[in-house]
């Protein structure tokens, strides 16, 4: 696998897990109840996760 995939594939991986653990707290509260934060948090995952799609679409 080239290193340009993989970079993408890793940047993906954590900005999902990033939007996974911040909808968890936006649901239960564990961090804190910031929602504001919360939202720019899954926001700014969704972005780089959309951003990712585009890429590995390109890279094909």
Do not use: H, P, Y
């Not at 996974?20 to 720019?40: K, Q, T």
């Amino acid at each position: 696998m080239e290193l340009n995939k993989l970079l993408t594939w890793i940047a993906m991986s954590v900005a999902g897990l990033v939007c996974l653990v911040f909808i968890l707290d936006l649901a239960v509260g564990v961090l804190g109840r910031n929602v504001a934060l919360d939202v720019l948090f899954i926001l700014g995952g969704a972005l780089v996760l959309w951003q990712g799609i585009e890429t590995v679409r390109e890279l094909r």
